[in-house]
């Protein structure tokens, strides 16, 4: 599955199994933006809620 983040002027796809936890998806992402897990938060857009590390997406 791809998991689309949206940044200020950038759009990422980030390709990820399902059974994967959130904080592995942002692990994922730090090899992309070069940002620390610690310092990013994924909100679902429909919903507005901050997803949890411990979640799976």
């Not at 938060?41 to 979640?55: A, F, G, I, P």
Request: glycine content about 0%; charged content about 30%.
């Amino acid at each position: 599955m791809y998991i689309r983040v949206k940044r200020m002027k950038a759009t990422y796809f980030i390709k990820c199994d399902p059974t994967k936890t959130v904080l592995d998806v942002k692990q994922k992402l730090f090899t992309v933006i070069e940002q620390p897990d610690s310092n990013q938060r994924l909100v679902l857009m429909s919903t507005e809620e901050v997803s949890q590390d411990s979640k799976i997406s």
